[in-house]
Each structure stands twice: as C-alpha cells, then as structure tokens.
C-alpha cells in the first residue's frame, strides 16, 4: 500500500526565513502528488499539484515544490515565509485511481513576527 | 466559502451509538469522498462515492457506511460507536476523472464518551 511520510512534525521560522518542508511516499508506479494546507480555523485548501512534466511546479502564495523520482520526494518550499503562512501543511498521494488520497501525518508550521 | 457544507460541525455521542454525518459536494462535483482525521494525524481514506455507490473502501470496519444520493449529497454512518472513532470526519468533493483534486469541507468534530 502506498504510504506518505512527513518527517518534520513541527517547523518554527521567523518571518523572512526559507522554508522547506520535507515529503516522501513509498509508491513505486505513477504518482500524482499534492500539498495542501490548512490555516487556523478553516478547511483543508489545495496549494498546488504534480501530475507530469516539468518536476518543478509553483502554487499559491510563492509556495514551489519538487518532484525528485529517484528520491521518492516532494518537498515543499518558500523563499521567504510570511507571519500569514502559519499553517498545517499536508503533502497527499495518488496511485493512479480515481481519487484515493494517502496523506502525510502533517507539519505545523509557526511563523514568528 | 469552502463550496462543500458539511453537518452537523460538532458531535457528542456515547459508547455504542450511532452516528450519521452529513455532507454537500462542491456545485458540479460528482464524486464524494470521507476521510477521518485523528487528533495529530493526516486525514485517512475511508470510503468514495460515486453514481450512487461505494467505489473504494479503505481499511475502515464495517460499521461505516454510506450513502449517496441522486444529487450527490453523501451520507457517513457509523455504528456501534468506540471511543477510538473521536476524530474530525472530512468530507471531499471531486471529480471522476483521474488527477482530479479535493476540495473540503471544514469537517464535523465526533466525540464519543
């Protein structure tokens, strides 16, 4: 089964700090990776996507990931973060059907002013 | 607006009940999904809708169940109640097509005593 692994549980920054949030899952054939994030009291929001082609994507808010196949990696990153982008931070998997998510245990992400 | 509406947003039941959750797709989507997310832990597949009927399952028991009706409103029942189902129960809205994303709603807090 596919699994997704968030190893840094708890990240702290200062604003204007870089960030990199680390992501790894397990499964082998095609995969189609997503970050999403949830700010304080609202709804899981899609931050952008990996489906094929250029392994360097952008999404909202300057957020970027990487998609590294030979790593099994999908790290997310920021230039230079925001007190605004306090935050959980999802990275979720597909194996190719329709839809079946696997998430990552999730990073929390404080952002100091 | 999170476009998907679920119901109610808190839950208190007790040991051995049973539970129905509630939720309305995004205008447009087709397909709905639940996941459970425990307290400190991703959001975990537990079932998709689709035309009316269950089309993948995760490795949830038996006591959960659903339902999805003509238009595409979902049901989330769960019987015999643990104190182990306490969790935030999202619904995800989509299309059926692959590489489709979720949206969320902002989920229903179950508490079981």
């Known amino acids: 089964a596919q699994s997704v692994s968030q190893h840094n549980h708890h990240v702290i920054l200062s604003e204007a700090a870089s960030l990199e949030l680390g992501c790894n899952y397990s499964?082998?054939?095609?995969?189609?990776l997503f970050w999403y994030v949830q700010y304080p009291g609202q709804h899981l929001q899609l931050l952008l996507k990996?489906?094929?082609?250029?392994?360097l994507v952008k999404g909202i808010k300057g957020f970027e990931a990487e998609f590294i196949k030979s790593k099994f990696s999908f790290n997310l990153r920021k230039p230079s973060v925001q007190w605004s982008d306090t935050a959980e931070y999802f990275c979720?998997?597909?194996?190719?059907?329709?839809?079946?998510?696997?998430f990552g245990s999730g990073t929390k992400l404080n952002v100091k002013p | 607006d999170a476009g998907v509406t679920q119901s109610p947003t808190h839950l208190i039941k007790t040991r051995g009940q049973q539970v129905t959750l509630r939720c309305s797709p995004k205008?447009?989507?087709?397909?709905v999904s639940w996941y459970q997310q425990a307290l400190g832990q991703g959001p975990q597949f537990i079932f998709q809708?689709?035309?009316?009927?269950?089309?993948q399952r995760g490795n949830f028991p038996d006591r959960f169940s659903g339902h999805q009706f003509p238009n595409y409103s979902s049901e989330l029942n769960v019987n015999a109640l643990l104190l182990g189902d306490s969790a935030l129960y999202l619904c995800a809205s989509s299309l059926h097509r692959d590489n489709s994303p979720l949206h969320f709603g902002n989920g229903t807090r179950l508490t079981v005593t």
């Open positions: 990996y489906f094929s082609g250029d392994p």
């Open positions: 979720a998997a597909t194996q190719g059907s329709f839809n079946k998510f696997y």
């Open positions: 809708y689709y035309e009316e009927e269950e089309r």
């Open positions: 499964y082998g054939g095609t995969v189609n």
């Open positions: 205008s447009g989507h087709d397909t």
